[in-house]
C-alpha cells in the first residue's frame, strides 16, 4: 500500500501519530500539500463519514478520527497558505444564542475542514448579530447553525432573518441539530439541513455550487 493510502488508513482507524508520521513522510519524499490533503487526508475522512452514515462508526470513533486529521492537517496548513492554496468556500459555524451543546457542531466543522472548506468556528451561544458581523467581515459564501434544545431553535430562525435583513442574500445557511427536522428548515427559509455531520459536507457544497 502506498504512503496516501497508508495515511487514509490512519485517519481512517484514528491513529493520530501514523498520521504526522505519514504526513511528515510524504513530506519528505516531495509530495505536494495539497496532494497530502486531497489523495490522503481527504479520502479517509471521506470513509470515516461514510461509515458513520451507515452506524458501522459512532460519535468516539468520528472524533478520533477527526483528531487525527486535525493534527496531520495542522502540520500542513501554514504550507498550504505559503502556497497560496484557498479552501473551496468560508463557512461561519456556531451554535445558536441560548445553547450551550457544542460537540456535533465541532463534528460538523472537523468534517468540512475535512473536505476543503474553510470554517470560522464562533463557538456556542452566538447570538444573529454576531453570525452576520463574522459572515461580512470573513466574506463568507456559508452559515452553518446547529441547536440541541427544542428551546434554542428558534434562534435559528431569528439568525436566518439577521442574514437576510443584513442583505447578504447569497449567503447559504445549513443547520442541523437532534431536534431540528428537514420541515423545520423548510419552514424558516434555511437553504439546507444535514441529519448528521458527514451529510453536512454534502449539503454544504450543494448549496455553494
Ligand atoms: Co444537554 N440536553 N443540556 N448537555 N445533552 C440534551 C440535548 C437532551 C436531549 C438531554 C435529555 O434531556 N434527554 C436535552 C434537550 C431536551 C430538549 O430540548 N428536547 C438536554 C438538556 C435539557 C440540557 C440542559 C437544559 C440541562 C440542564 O441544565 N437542565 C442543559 C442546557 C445548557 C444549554 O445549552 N444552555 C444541557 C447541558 C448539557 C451539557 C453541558 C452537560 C452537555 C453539553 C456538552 C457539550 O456539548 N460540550 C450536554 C450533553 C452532552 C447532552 C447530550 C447527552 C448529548 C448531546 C451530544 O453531544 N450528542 C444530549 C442527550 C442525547 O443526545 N443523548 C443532551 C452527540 C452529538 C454528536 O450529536 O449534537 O445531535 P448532535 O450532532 C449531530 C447531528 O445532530 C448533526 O451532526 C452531529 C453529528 O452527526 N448536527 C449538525 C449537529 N449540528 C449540526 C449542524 C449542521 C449539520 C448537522 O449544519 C450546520
Not at 461514510?50 to 495542522?74: G, T
Not at 465541532?106 to 463557538?123: E, P, Q, T
Not at 441529519?195 to 455550487?209: G, M, N, R
Request: aromatic share 4%.
Amino acid at each position: 500500500m502506498d504512503e496516501l493510502k497508508q495515511l487514509s488508513e490512519a485517519v481512517i482507524k484514528g491513529n493520530r501519530n501514523e498520521a504526522k508520521r505519514l504526513t511528515q513522510v510524504l513530506l519528505d519524499s516531495g509530495k505536494k500539500p495539497l496532494e497530502i490533503v486531497e489523495q490522503g487526508l481527504v479520502p479517509g475522512m471521506a470513509v470515516v463519514g461514510e461509515k458513520f452514515k451507515c452506524n458501522e462508526f459512532f460519535v468516539p470513533e468520528m472524533l478520533i478520527a477527526a483528531r487525527a486529521m486535525k493534527e496531520a492537517m495542522a502540520m500542513l496548513e501554514p504550507l498550504l497558505a505559503q502556497a497560496g492554496i484557498k479552501p473551496k468556500c468560508t463557512a461561519i459555524l456556531g451554535t445558536v444564542q441560548g445553547d450551550l451543546h457544542d460537540i456535533g457542531k465541532n463534528l460538523v466543522g472537523m468534517m468540512w475542514k475535512g473536505a476543503n472548506i474553510g470554517v470560522v468556528d464562533l463557538g456556542t451561544n452566538v447570538p444573529p448579530e454576531k453570525f452576520v458581523a463574522a459572515a461580512k467581515e470573513n466574506n463568507a459564501q456559508l452559515v452553518g447553525l446547529s441547536a440541541l434544545l427544542t428551546t434554542t431553535i428558534p434562534a435559528m430562525k431569528d439568525t436566518i432573518k439577521a442574514v437576510r435583513d443584513a442583505g447578504l442574500q447569497t449567503v447559504k445557511v445549513i443547520i442541523g441539530g437532534a431536534p431540528v427536522t428537514q420541515e423545520y428548515a423548510n419552514e424558516i427559509g434555511a437553504d439546507g439541513y444535514a441529519p448528521d455531520a458527514a451529510s453536512a459536507v454534502d449539503v454544504a457544497l450543494k448549496a455553494v455550487a
